[in-house]
T-cell receptor, first 114, second 115 residues
Framework: AQKVTQAQTEISVVEKEDVTLDCVYETRDTTYYLFWYKQPPSGELVFLIR??????QNEISGRYSWNFQKSTSSFNFTITASQVVDSAVYFCALSVYGNNRLAFGKGNQVVVIP | DTGVSQDPRHKITKRGQNVTFRCDPI?????LYWYRQTLGQGPEFLTY????????KSRLLSDRFSAERPKGSFSTLEIQRTEQGDSAMYLC?????????????FGPGTRLTVL
């Protein structure tokens, strides 16, 4: 079974500060995929990034970056120079090869204060 | 609009009534998923279809729940004899078929309130 833990519930930052969201996952599969989704107040989940278990290279995409460490089963996500529009709930999710179901964490509520 | 659409957006019903929700996926997508999200929680997988075939059902999907995708296009999710515990947001998503999990595109959801 797959499990995703997002320990932080609500995080408040002042605009332009960086915010890092922690995600810890559990799976017995050796091939798996990690995702981050954003759920703004409108409610519609929006895909942000996907990473596979064979690629631990950390990347930056615009104001988003992620830190994937298999040794600690963590897939942390950072928003740089936060903006008010970043206020949303962010979900980390896990899926394994051959099975498309997503296992989501409980989410992190991010509040960006202007 | 070419995204995933769901109807209705909101549904209020009395306990014991039956309700049906509809999901229209992105037209090129073979796979369609249903999730349920309660307040303060992440979405939980219910079931998914590849074309018209229902390939997997979660243990969360009790006998009162049934989902169909008759022509491999839109899908319906029916809940019979609703209970207050069924109150949640029901999310539909679609994706291309692949052994590698692709990104799933989500609809706006149907919020169900059972009184």
């Amino acid at each position: 079974a797959q499990k995703v833990t997002q320990a932080q519930t609500e995080i408040s930052v002042v605009e332009k500060e960086d915010v890092t969201l922690d995600c810890v996952y559990e799976t017995r599969d050796t091939t798996y995929y990690l995702f981050w989704y954003k759920q703004p107040p409108s409610g519609e989940l929006v895909f942000l990034i996907r990473r596979n278990s064979f690629d631990e290279q950390n990347e930056i995409s615009g104001r988003y970056s992620w830190n994937f460490q298999k040794s600690t089963s963590s897939f942390n996500f950072t928003i740089t120079a936060s903006q008010v529009v970043d206020s949303a709930v962010y979900f980390c999710a896990l899926s394994v090869y051959g099975n498309n179901r997503l296992a989501f964490g409980k989410g992190n509520q991010v509040v960006v204060i202007p | 609009d070419t995204g995933v659409s769901q109807d209705p957006r909101h549904k209020i019903t009395k306990r014991g009534q039956n309700v049906t929700f509809r999901c229209d996926p992105i037209s090129e997508h073979n796979r369609l998923y249903w999730y349920r999200q309660t307040l303060g929680q992440g979405p939980e997988f219910l079931t998914y279809f590849q074309n018209e075939a229902q390939l997997e059902k979660s243990r969360l999907l009790s006998d009162r729940f049934s989902a169909e995708r008759p022509k491999g296009s839109f899908s319906t999710l029916e809940i019979q004899r609703t209970e207050q515990g069924d109150s949640a947001m029901y999310l539909c998503a679609s994706s291309f078929t692949s052994r590698i999990p692709n990104e799933q595109f989500f609809g706006p959801g149907t919020r169900l309130t059972v009184l």
